[in-house]
Structure formats: C-alpha cells, structure tokens
C-alpha cells in the first residue's frame, strides 16, 4: 500500500525557515511526481509545488517562488519542501501527493497542477507562522 508521511511542520516567527519532508513506504517514489499542497482555515486546498519523478522539472504557486524550493533524492525515497522567509500567509496544513506515472514507455511522470491527478496523499503537517 502506498504511503506518504510528512513531517518538519511546526511554529515559526514571521521571516523564519522550516523544511518539510515527505517520506514515502510501500513504494520507491523515483516513477512518482510528488507536489505539496497546503490548506488554510476556510480555504480551499491549493497546490504550492510540484516536482516531477526525474527531478528535472519543478512548478512553484506565484506566491511562493523564490521563498521555497522543492528537492528530491529518489535513493532515500524522500521529497522536501524547504521554506524560507515564510509570512502569517502561509499558516496551513501542508501535504504531500504522489502522482503516478504518466508515460508508460519510461514510467517516469511530469508534473500537474490539479490535486485530482494525484492519487496517493499523507496525512498533513501543519504549519504556523506568527510572531
């Protein structure tokens, strides 16, 4: 069975930095794209970032281009969001999302914006930012 844990999450002044991961078991995740979605209070989910399986293509939400930036190392089946001068705005519950391969030749997959495309999801970690 297909599992994403996050973790990293936390309470951080305005200005400050978390590093959130997303470990996969049951699974290697290197046929995967992985994208970090987040969730405010009386919002609707919203995709933050995705990275494709190769690592070689990453998307970024406007608002939060050049502040995170998305890494993966497929021999430790692990994928991070490193956040840096992160702003009240961004207070969510972060999760992670695994979608599968989209070419069948290579099994490798390429990165999508809708939440939809991704079938396999961790529980969430949250995220506060306030001073």
């Known amino acids: 069975q297909l599992q994403l844990v996050e973790s990293g999450g936390g309470l951080v002044q305005p200005g400050g930095s978390l590093r959130l991961s997303c470990a996969a078991s049951?699974?290697?995740?290197?046929?995967?794209?992985i994208g970090w979605f987040r969730q405010a209070p009386g919002k609707e989910r919203e995709g933050v970032s995705c990275?494709?399986?190769?690592?070689?293509?990453?998307i970024y939400a406007d608002s939060v281009k050049g502040r995170f930036t998305i890494s993966r190392d497929n021999a430790k089946n692990t994928v991070w969001l490193q956040m840096n001068s992160l702003k009240p705005e961004d207070t969510a519950v972060y999760y992670c999302?695994?979608?599968?391969?989209?070419?069948?030749?290579?099994?490798?997959?390429?990165?999508?914006?809708?939440?939809?495309?991704?079938?396999?999801w961790g529980q969430g970690t949250q995220v506060t930012v306030s001073s």
């Open positions: 999302a695994a979608r599968p391969p989209t070419d069948i030749t290579t099994l490798q997959a390429v990165c999508a914006q809708r939440s939809y495309e991704y079938d396999s």
């Open positions: 990275i494709s399986s190769s690592g070689g293509s990453t």
């Open positions: 049951g699974f290697t995740l290197d046929s995967y794209a």
